[in-house]
């Protein structure tokens, strides 16, 4: 018996002396992941929690996801996803507004908000939670969550369809590692990017940057958007304290683009010359003929 009790005190000493790694409770990151499934979101209460303790309607979309079934906005994601749709040539309805007169203006200049939730109107676009008008797109975005319905409590004056927010990448203490994709897609679409994580000083400061270059093609002819994205963030974690739960964290990300695009309509051609020169009797009674 005494060298299995020296085996187990020995054992012991080794899981002492290994270092503790502590997540803080306001991040969730996508190594928790297991390929589609998640188990943690910020989106409930802003702090880390379990989705089995949350008591609305969200759902997580990971990396490994988007991965398989190709998507990289919310044009391409959404479809796939409960109780959403897609407005215009990716979606299951025309997205023209209730009006009197069909306009596609707003779609057209913002594709992200070409989409409804629950049926009602379109989800806020969210960054890290913060709201935003930029859209997100698969080269610097780790997991999804859609939040379906009001966000008043947590996130203020909101959209009663709900939220879809992207989590950013963040740098890591990790390893240093990098990834180059190519995409070829229908009609001569192509696409690239990278991604690159260092570590500067173990524990301390690592930096992380990645790039996409696109040129979506469409059927229509003439219809493209073409995108040059950069993106960079660093993490600063400084040692000011000894004790294990004392730490300061500081992040800081950013990013750069341009987009040009002349996306696919899907209204006919509107002819107000026509009716300009159209002779008429301004005698004759409507109501009689």
Known sequence: AAPEKSKLTETNTRLEDADVVELTPFEVTSTRDTGYQASETLAGTRIRTDLKDVGSAISVVTK???????ATDNATLLQYTPNAEV????GTYAGLGNGTSLDETGSLRSPGGAQRVRGLASADNTRDYFGTDIPWDGYNVDRIDIQRGPNSILFGLG???GIVNATT?????????????????SFGTLRGTADYNQIIIPKV???????????????????????????????????????????TSIKAKFEHGDIDANRPRILPPQDSITPWFRAVDTNRNSLTG
């Open 64 to 70: 490994e996801f988007m991965k398989d079934i190709g």
């Open 87 to 90: 407005a215009g040539t990716r």
């Open 159 to 161: 959209s009663p369809a």
């Open 169 to 185: 990448r963040n740098a890591d203490f990790n390893r240093n590692r990098g990834t180059v994709e190519t995409r070829f897609g």
């Open 205 to 247: 400061l690592s930096i992380r940057v990645a790039g996409l270059w696109s040129d979506e093609k469409y059927q229509q002819e003439g219809a493209f958007q073409e995108s040059k994205r950069f993106y960079g963030t660093l993490r600063f974690e400084p040692q000011l304290f000894k004790r294990r739960d004392f730490r």
